[in-house]
């Protein structure tokens, strides 16, 4: 498995909110500000669904992410399996600077493992800018 974290200046609460509520999902589920997410369904239950179409707002390039959650521990665990097959674990937990994700994801075969932490990692790091940014 791949592993990366980030640590969100926020409470538990406020980072759990952000990560599940649709409406918070589309202001950065994304790599990068020239890519964009729509058509958002987050169903945060054990065998609920989510999904969401990716896209480069120049329209170059889209995909759709799809997965099944399996356990839901609210503001603690989530995991899920993408429609790959590949399973990935979510943890949330309290700090002292705030609130620790740390995420581990089976790897693809298509891209290298720096490749994918990298890619992964943008997501992360523009969810924390997204938490960051917005007021309680």
Known sequence: MIEITATINAPIAKVWN???DIEAVKYWSFASD???AEGIENDVTPG???KARNYAKDGSM???MAWTY????PQKLLTYTMEDGRKVRV???ETEQGTR????FDAEKENSEDMQRAGWQAYLNNFKAYVESIQS
């Open 91 to 93: 943890a949330f937990s």
């Open 101 to 104: 994700i740390d995420q581990a």
């Open 48 to 50: 609920g669904l989510y």
């Open 18 to 20: 952000a990560w599940t």
């Open 34 to 36: 020239d890519w964009a």
């Open 62 to 64: 889209e995909f759709v």
């Open 70 to 73: 399996g356990e839901v521990e």
